[in-house]
C-alpha cells in the first residue's frame, strides 16, 4: 500500500502544534494531561514525536489538539494566510 506522505515526516502538523503550545506557555506534559481530559490518551512522549513530526496524529487527536489549542482544525497546517 503506498504512503501517503513520503519520506520521514509522518504528519504535517507537528510544527504548528509546537508553536502553538509554546506560545500558549504550555509544556508538552501540560498539553497531554488537557488532551487526557477529553479522553485523548497523547503521552508526553507521543506529543513530543508529534512535534518533530515522527508520529503520525489520528483525526480525534486533531480535534482535541485544536480545542485545547484554541484554534480552527484548519490553523494546525500552518498560519493562515494574511
Do not use: H, W
Not at 497523547?42 to 483525526?59: A, F, L, M, N, P
Request: hydrophobic share 40%; glycine share 8%; charged share 25%.
Amino acid at each position: 500500500m503506498a504512503r501517503i506522505i513520503d519520506g520521514s515526516e509522518k504528519n504535517l502538523v507537528g510544527e504548528q502544534v509546537r508553536a502553538l503550545r509554546i506560545k500558549r506557555g504550555m509544556s508538552q506534559q501540560a498539553l497531554s494531561d488537557r488532551l487526557e481530559t477529553m479522553a485523548i490518551y497523547v503521552c508526553r512522549g507521543s506529543v513530543s514525536r508529534i512535534e518533530d513530526r515522527q508520529r503520525t496524529v489520528t483525526d480525534i487527536e486533531l480535534y482535541g489538539l485544536s480545542q485545547v489549542l484554541g484554534v480552527p482544525i484548519a490553523q494546525l497546517f500552518g498560519p493562515e494566510e494574511q
